[in-house]
C-alpha cells in the first residue's frame, strides 16, 4: 500500500493522548459508609467491571475511529511501481496496400482506425505514424478526422525502419515508460520475422486478419514480337487461390479495346495477349474485377507513336548503302560531306557515322566527343590511309587505341551472338556462313567488347550502347561486308539503340529515367499531368533532349501526359509495385518473446491496467463512520 500523504501518519502519534488519560484516570471517587453496605459492595464492584469494560471499549473504537481517519487524510492505494510515471505511446498504423484487404465488408485500415477511436483514450496524449504521415504529441480526438481521411500507400516501412522512427518520436529521459504498438497485418517479405531489438521499449504488435486470403493481380504488361504490322501485348496475372478463369477488359483511354478472359485452368498464374496497331498511340489501361485488393486491380500502359531517329552521315567517300538502311518510315537521314559540314546539325542528332574521312578535323573531334557524352551514338568507319595519330586524338576517349594498319585479306568468320547488338536478330547460332572479307585493316587496342572478328581473331568491329568502331573501310574497293547480310541488322539496331524508347509503363518508387528530344526555353521544366495531379520531376537538359528522373514522383498510378505549357510531348504510365499482391504473413502466435494482444482493446485494457490506481480513503472514512456508529452504540446500550 502506498499513500499521496504519507506525512500525515506523523499524526497516529496523537493516539498517545487518549490512552494516557485512560491510564492515569484522572477522576476521583468519595467514599462514602454505610451501616450495611454487604450488598452494597458487591454492586459497585459488578459496576465498577462493568464501566472498566466499556472504557476499555470506548478507547479501543475511539483510537481506531481516529486511526481511520488519518489513514484516510493519508489518501492511501494499491498501485503498480510504474503506475505514476511518464508514459510515452507511439502507435504505427501500417496503411500499405496489403491493409485493403476485407475483414466483413470493411479494409483492415478502416478496422484499425475504428477500434483506435473507440478503445483509445481520447485525451491522452500520444504521437501515431503511418508509412506516409507523422502526428506529434497529440490525442485521438485531436486527429480523428485525419485517420479517418487516411489513404493507403505502397510504401510499407520494415520493423527496423519502425523502430527508428519511433526512436525519433521518443523523449530521451530514462525515467519514462516507452510503448510502441504497431498495427498491421505483418505481411511476410522475409525469410525470418525481424523483431525490433531495443529492450528500452515495449512492443506491442497487434496482427489484423482479412476474412479471406484471396486476390486476383495484373501483374505485368510486355511486348512480344509479331511478323506483321500489328504489335502483340502480353498480359501477365496472378492469383492467391486457384480458380478456372478471370474477365479482364483492355481500354483506350475511355474506348473498349478488347473484353477477353484469363484462363487459370486451376492454376494460381494465367497470360493473356492482344494485338495492338504498331504506329498509333495507345493509352491503355487494363481493368479487372476482384473482391481482394484493390489497387492491382487496374494496370496504366502507353505506347506512343514511333518518333523517327535522326541519323547524320559524314562522308569522306561518297556511298549510299547506308541511305538504304535508315529509310524514311523509321529515320530521318542526312548526309554532309566533311568539307561542307554544317556543325550546327550535330546537337540535335541521335546516331552520326564518320564514314571513311582521312582526317578528322580537331574542332569535330571535339563536338563529337560532346556528342556522346550527352548520349549520342558514334558509328566510326575509318579511311584507308588515315592518320593514326589523328583518329587516336578521338578514340582514345572511348578506350580505343588504333595501330599499324594490315593489308593482308581476312575473312570475317566470327559473331558475338551475346552482344545486345544482336539480340532478336539469330534464332540460333549459326558457324557456316557466306564469309565477308576485307583486304586490310587497322589493329587494336580496345576495352570495348568485340562483335566481329577475322580467321585471326582479330577485331572486325568492336563496340557497345553508344561507341561502335569498324577497323576496316565498307566500300567496295576494300571490303565486300556490305554485301553481306549482316551489314543491315548490324547497322540497324545501332541507329534504332541511339533513340531510347521509352518503357510500356513504369514503377513508382523504382529510378526511372526517361528522355524526351525536345528543347524549350532555358528556365521552362517539363511536367507531367493528368486529370488529378501535376508534378515537375527531376530533369537535365542535353543537347538534343531532357532527361527526367522519376524516383520520388509521382505519387499515384495513371497515365500521365509530359508537357511544357500546354503543348504536350508524350504519355507515360505508371504502375505501383506489386509486391503488396502477395498475401502470405507471419504467424506471430509461433513466435517467442513478443508482446501480441489478441486485439486493439485488449492492448488499451491491460496498459490501462497498469496504470491503475486503486484509491482506499474512502474505505477508510465508511470505516470511520463504522467505527462512530460503533461507540454511539456502546455509549447507549453498554450498561
Keep these: 500500500m502506498h499513500f499521496k500523504h504519507p506525512e500525515i501518519l506523523w499524526g497516529l502519534f496523537l493516539l498517545l493522548i487518549p490512552i494516557l488519560i485512560h491510564l492515569l484516570q484522572l477522576r476521583r471517587f468519595k467514599k462514602t459508609a454505610f451501616t450495611n453496605v454487604k450488598m452494597l459492595q458487591k454492586v459497585v464492584a459488578e459496576s465498577q467491571k462493568s464501566r472498566s469494560l466499556k ?62 477511436l473507440k478503445k483509445a483514450p481520447k485525451n491522452t496524449k500520444l504521437s501515431v505514424f503511418t508509412n506516409t504521415d507523422t502526428y506529434i504529441n ?3 480526438g485531436a486527429i480523428q478526422n485525419d485517420l479517418l481521411s487516411l489513404n493507403f500507400s505502397q510504401n510499407q516501412l520494415a520493423l527496423n525502419a519502425i523502430e527508428l522512427k519511433a526512436k525519433s518520436l ?61 504489335t502483340n501485348l502480353k498480359i501477365q496475372l496472378s492469383s492467391s487461390y486457384k480458380l478456372e478463369n478471370q474477365p479482364i477488359s483492355i481500354y483506350n483511354n475511355t474506348q473498349l479495346l478488347a473484353k477477353t478472359s484469363a484462363a487459370f485452368k486451376n492454376s494460381n498464374t494465367a497470360e493473356v495477349s492482344i494485338s495492338l496497331p504498331e504506329n498509333e498511340s495507345i493509352l491503355g489501361k487494363i481493368q479487372i474485377e476482384d473482391s481482394g485488393l484493390s489497387y492491382d486491380n487496374q494496370f496504366y500502359f502507353s505506347k506512343n507513336k514511333q518518333e523517327k531517329i535522326k541519323v547524320l ?52 573531334i571535339q563536338a563529337l566527343q560532346l556528342f556522346n557524352k550527352n548520349g549520342g551514338t558514334l558509328i566510326v568507319i575509318p579511311h584507308n590511309k588515315i592518320s593514326v595519330t589523328n583518329y587516336n586524338a578521338l578514340l582514345t576517349k572511348f578506350g580505343v587505341t588504333l595501330n599499324q594498319k594490315i593489308n593482308n585479306t581476312q575473312e570475317i568468320t566470327s559473331i558475338n551472338f551475346d552482344h545486345p547488338l544482336y539480340s532478336n536478330v ?17 589493329q587494336l587496342e580496345a576495352n570495348l567488347p568485340t562483335i566481329l572478328s577475322y580467321a585471326s581473331n582479330e577485331a572486325f568491329l568492336i563496340g557497345k550502347k553508344g561507341s561502335y568502331v569498324f577497323t576496316s573501310p565498307l566500300s567496295s574497293d576494300f571490303s565486300n561486308f556490305k554485301n553481306s547480310p549482316l551489314i543491315v541488322p548490324t547497322l540497324y539496331n545501332m541507329g534504332t539503340e541511339s533513340l531510347e ?57 495513371g497515365l500521365f501526359a509530359v508537357k511544357n505549357k500546354e503543348k504536350t510531348f508524350k504519355y507515360l504510365s505508371f504502375n505501383y509495385p506489386r509486391s503488396e499482391s502477395d498475401l502470405t504473413y ?18 488499451f485494457e491491460t496498459l490501462e491496467k497498469e496504470d491503475s490506481v486503486n484509491e482506499l480513503w474512502k474505505w477508510f472514512v465508511i470505516l470511520a463512520l463504522l467505527f462512530a456508529l460503533i461507540e454511539i452504540g456502546i455509549q447507549k446500550y453498554f450498561k
Excluded at 529509310?327 to 530521318?332: G, K, L, N, Q, V
Excluded at 539469330?426 to 572479307?437: A, G, H, M, R, W
Excluded at 528522355?515 to 521552362?524: L, N, S
Excluded at 488529378?532 to 532527361?547: D, G, H, R, T, V
Design 170 to 230: 521518443f523523449s530521451t529521459s530514462s525515467n519514462s515508460i516507452k510503448n510502441l504498438v504497431i498495427i498491421s497485418d505483418f505481411q511476410k517479405k522475409n525469410e525470418e520475422f525481424p523483431e525490433i531489438s531495443s529492450k528500452e521499449i515495449a512492443k506491442y504488435y497487434i496482427q489484423l486478419a482479412a476474412s479471406k486470403n484471396e486476390n486476383i493481380a495484373i501483374d505485368s504488361v510486355f511486348y512480344t514480337t509479331a511478323p506483321n504490322e500489328l
Design 138 to 140: 497529440t490525442t485521438i
Design 55 to 116: 472504557k476499555w471499549l470506548l478507547l479501543i473504537t475511539r483510537m481506531l475511529l481516529f486511526t481511520a481517519l488519518i489513514i484516510a487524510f493519508t489518501q492511501p492505494y494499491f498501485a503498480k511501481t510504474t503506475a505514476f510515471k511518464n508514459k510515452e505511446t507511439i502507435i504505427y498504423i501500417d496503411n500499405s496496400f496489403s491493409m485493403q484487404a476485407k475483414k466483413g465488408n470493411v479494409s483492415l485500415l478502416e478496422v484499425a482506425v475504428q477500434d483506435l
Design 586 to 603: 507471419w504467424d506471430l502466435d509461433q513466435l517467442k518473446a513478443i508482446n501480441t494482444p489478441t486485439s486493439i482493446s485488449n492492448l
Design 313 to 364: 552521315e559524314i562522308y569522306g567517300v561518297q556511298t549510299k548503302y547506308l541511305e538504304r538502311i535508315y529509310t524514311s518510315e523509321e529515320f530521318e537521314f542526312q548526309k554532309n560531306s566533311i568539307s561542307q559540314l554544317n556543325y550546327s546539325l550535330l546537337e540535335s542528332q541521335n546516331t552520326i557515322v564518320l564514314n571513311e574521312i582521312e582526317r578528322i578535323p580537331d574542332a569535330l
Design 501 to 557: 524508347q521509352e518503357a510500356l509503363y513504369y514503377v513508382i518508387g523504382e529510378n526511372n529515367s526517361v528522355a524526351i528530344p525536345v528543347h524549350v526555353a532555358k528556365d521552362d521544366v517539363l511536367k507531367i499531368v493528368n486529370d488529378n495531379n501535376e508534378y515537375i520531376p527531376q530533369q537535365q537538359s542535353l543537347s538534343n533532349k531532357i532527361l527526367l528522373r522519376f524516383n520520388e514522383v509521382p505519387l499515384e498510378d
Design 426 to 442: 539469330f534464332d540460333k547460332k549459326i558457324d557456316n556462313f557466306q564469309y565477308p572479307e576485307v583486304i586490310s585493316y587497322y
